[in-house]
C-alpha cells in the first residue's frame, strides 16, 4: 500500500521581505506545488494523499485563495485527506466550515474532523487527530493511539500534528509523547505516523515509522530539509519512506567574511554564484573590516541585486563589522560649520577600538553616507 505524505503547505502565507512582484511569486508557487503533488502520485502510484495539518496559513483568507487552492487539489487524481492544525484548526471561524471552502470543496478532497477511524481502502483505515482550537492543552495524539486496537492483515494511519517529545519541545503544551506512539506501532495498532509542524523532513523515533514530511515549499531560513513529500511503501513487515524533492524556492543564509577593499567583490561572487535567484531569499551579514567606501559600495550592490532575487535580508546591527575610515575618504564631502564639527568629532570618537566605540563607528558610517548621497 502506498501514499503521499505531505504537510504544512501553508496556503496564503505572507512574508513582510517579500515586494508585491516577490509575494505573488511566493504565492503561486504554494499552489503549484499542489499540481506538482499530483504527478508525484501518479509516478509512484499512490492510492492516497494525507495532509498533516496546517494546510492553510490561518482561518481568515481571502475566498479567491481558498477557491484556487482546492482547484488544484482537485486536479489530483486520488482521494485527499486533510487534517486541520494550529495554523487552520477547527475554532468557531475554521475555515473548513466556510462557504468558499464547502461550495469549492472537489469530490476527492476529504477533511479529518474527528478522531473517528475512515476506511480508505478494504485494508486501510486512516485516523485522524485534529486541532480542534488554536492552543492544545493535552497530547491528544497519545491519548488516541493509546485505545486503538490491535490490526490484523490491515493497515492503520495515524495523522497528527504539533511538536514531539523527542525533538526537545517536551515542555510545550500538548507535546505529542513518542514513547506512547512508539508503543502502539511495536503493538501493531498503528503501522505508520504522519505528523506535521516541523517544517523539516524529519524521522522520529526508532521504529522508522513515525515522520514529519516538512514544507513542500520552504517557509524559513533554519529549515534543514524542506521542500519534499513523502512517498511511504507499507508492507506487512516493512516499511519504506522516500522523500521527493517538489519545491521551487530556497532560503539562504550567510556570514561573508570580508576586508578593506575586497567586501564589494566577496559579495558579487557569493551572489553571483547563487542559481534560480528568482526563487531564492536571501540573508546576508558581513564580518571583519571595511572602509567607509566599501560600505557604501557593499549597500549599492545589495540595492541592485535586490531587483533579480526574491528578496535580500541584511540585518546592519548583526554585522560584525570594523568601518575603519581611511585617510581623504572626507576630502570631498565639503562640509562646513555644524555638519563638520560634528564630523570631527565622529571621527575622533570612532577612533576608539573597544566595545564603546562600535555606535560612533556605525553612526560615522551613516553620516557619511547621507553626506555623500547630499
Same mark, same amino acid.
Given at each position: 500500500?502506498?501514499f $503521499?505524505?505531505? %504537510?504544512?503547505?501553508?496556503?496564503?502565507? #505572507?512574508?513582510?521581505? $517579500?515586494?508585491?512582484?516577490?509575494q505573488?511569486?511566493?504565492?503561486?508557487?504554494?499552489?503549484?506545488? +499542489?499540481r506538482r503533488?499530483?504527478?508525484?502520485v501518479? !509516478?509512484y502510484?499512490?492510492?492516497?494523499?494525507v495532509?498533516?495539518?496546517?494546510v492553510?496559513?490561518?482561518?481568515?483568507?481571502?475566498p479567491?485563495?481558498?477557491?484556487r487552492?482546492?482547484?488544484?487539489?482537485?486536479?489530483?487524481?486520488?482521494?485527499?485527506?486533510?487534517?486541520?492544525?494550529?495554523h487552520?484548526?477547527?475554532?468557531?471561524?475554521? +475555515?473548513?466550515?466556510?462557504r468558499?471552502?464547502?461550495?469549492?470543496?472537489?469530490?476527492n478532497?476529504?477533511? $479529518?474532523?474527528? /478522531?473517528a477511524?475512515?476506511s =480508505?481502502?478494504d485494508?486501510?483505515?486512516?485516523?485522524?487527530?485534529p486541532?480542534?482550537?488554536?492552543?492544545? *492543552?493535552?497530547?491528544?495524539v497519545?491519548?488516541?493511539?493509546k485505545?486503538?486496537?490491535?490490526?490484523?492483515?490491515a493497515?492503520?494511519?495515524?495523522i497528527?500534528?504539533?511538536?514531539?517529545?523527542?525533538? &526537545?519541545?517536551?515542555? =510545550?503544551?500538548?507535546?505529542?509523547? +513518542?514513547? @506512547? =506512539?512508539?508503543?502502539?506501532?511495536?503493538q501493531?495498532r498503528?503501522?505508520?505516523? %504522519?505528523?506535521?509542524?516541523?517544517?523539516?523532513t524529519t524521522?522520529?523515533g526508532?521504529?522508522g515509522?513515525?515522520?514529519?514530511?516538512?514544507?513542500?515549499?520552504p517557509?524559513?531560513?533554519?529549515?534543514? /530539509?524542506?521542500?519534499?513529500?513523502?512517498v511511504?511503501?507499507?508492507?506487512?513487515?516493512? *516499511?519504506? *519512506?522516500?522523500?521527493?524533492q517538489?519545491?521551487?524556492?530556497?532560503?539562504?543564509?550567510?556570514?561573508? /567574511?570580508?576586508?578593506?577593499?575586497?567586501?564589494?567583490?566577496? @559579495?558579487?561572487?557569493?551572489l553571483?554564484?547563487?542559481?534560480?535567484?528568482?526563487?531564492?531569499i =536571501? #540573508?546576508?551579514?558581513?564580518?571583519?573590516?571595511?572602509?567607509?567606501?566599501?560600505?557604501?559600495?557593499? *549597500? %549599492?550592490?545589495?540595492?541592485k541585486?535586490?531587483?533579480?532575487?526574491? %528578496?535580500?535580508?541584511?540585518? !546592519?546591527?548583526r554585522?560584525?563589522?570594523?568601518?575603519?575610515?581611511?585617510?581623504?575618504?572626507?576630502?570631498?564631502?565639503?562640509?562646513?560649520?555644524y555638519?563638520?564639527?560634528? $564630523?570631527?568629532?565622529? +571621527?575622533?570618537?570612532?577612533?576608539?577600538?573597544?566595545?564603546? &566605540?562600535q555606535?560612533?563607528?556605525?553612526?560615522?558610517?551613516?553620516?557619511?553616507?547621507l553626506?555623500?548621497? &547630499?
Amino acid at each position: 500500500m502506498r501514499f $503521499l505524505h505531505t %504537510a504544512d503547505w501553508q496556503i496564503g502565507m #505572507k512574508r513582510h521581505f $517579500l515586494d508585491e512582484d516577490a509575494q505573488s511569486r511566493f504565492s503561486d508557487a504554494r499552489e503549484t506545488v +499542489i499540481r506538482r503533488m499530483g504527478q508525484v502520485v501518479q !509516478e509512484y502510484d499512490c492510492a492516497f494523499v494525507v495532509v498533516a495539518g496546517d494546510v492553510f496559513e490561518s482561518n481568515l483568507l481571502r475566498p479567491r485563495t481558498v477557491q484556487r487552492a482546492l482547484d488544484a487539489m482537485g486536479a489530483i487524481s486520488v482521494p485527499v485527506y486533510l487534517l486541520p492544525g494550529n495554523h487552520d484548526h477547527l475554532g468557531p471561524s475554521t +475555515i473548513y466550515h466556510s462557504r468558499e471552502f464547502i461550495e469549492g470543496k472537489p469530490a476527492n478532497v476529504h477533511v $479529518l474532523d474527528s /478522531d473517528a477511524s475512515v476506511s =480508505v481502502l478494504d485494508h486501510v483505515e486512516l485516523v485522524g487527530v485534529p486541532w480542534l482550537a488554536k492552543q492544545l *492543552v493535552e497530547d491528544r495524539v497519545g491519548n488516541v493511539v493509546k485505545r486503538l486496537p490491535r490490526l490484523s492483515g490491515a493497515f492503520r494511519v495515524v495523522i497528527g500534528h504539533g511538536a514531539t517529545s523527542s525533538m &526537545g519541545d517536551s515542555d =510545550v503544551l500538548g507535546v505529542i509523547d +513518542i514513547d @506512547l =506512539v512508539e508503543e502502539a506501532v511495536r503493538q501493531n495498532r498503528v503501522q505508520y505516523v %504522519a505528523l506535521g509542524d516541523r517544517h523539516s523532513t524529519t524521522s522520529v523515533g526508532s521504529t522508522g515509522r513515525i515522520w514529519y514530511a516538512g514544507a513542500p515549499e520552504p517557509t524559513d531560513y533554519d529549515e534543514t /530539509d524542506s521542500g519534499q513529500v513523502l512517498v511511504v511503501d507499507l508492507r506487512s513487515d516493512s *516499511v519504506e *519512506v522516500k522523500p521527493v524533492q517538489v519545491g521551487t524556492w530556497r532560503f539562504v543564509e550567510r556570514v561573508l /567574511d570580508v576586508q578593506l577593499n575586497s567586501a564589494e567583490m566577496v @559579495l558579487e561572487q557569493f551572489l553571483q554564484g547563487i542559481p534560480d535567484k528568482a526563487h531564492t531569499i =536571501v #540573508k546576508v551579514n558581513f564580518r571583519g573590516a571595511i572602509s567607509l567606501n566599501d560600505q557604501l559600495r557593499i *549597500v %549599492a550592490s545589495l540595492d541592485k541585486w535586490r531587483e533579480i532575487f526574491g %528578496a535580500i535580508e541584511r540585518h !546592519e546591527h548583526r554585522d560584525q563589522l570594523a568601518i575603519l575610515p581611511e585617510s581623504g575618504e572626507f576630502q570631498d564631502l565639503s562640509l562646513s560649520g555644524y555638519a563638520e564639527d560634528a $564630523l570631527t568629532q565622529l +571621527i575622533e570618537l570612532a577612533s576608539r577600538q573597544d566595545a564603546e &566605540g562600535q555606535p560612533y563607528r556605525d553612526a560615522l558610517a551613516l553620516y557619511y553616507r547621507l553626506a555623500k548621497e &547630499g
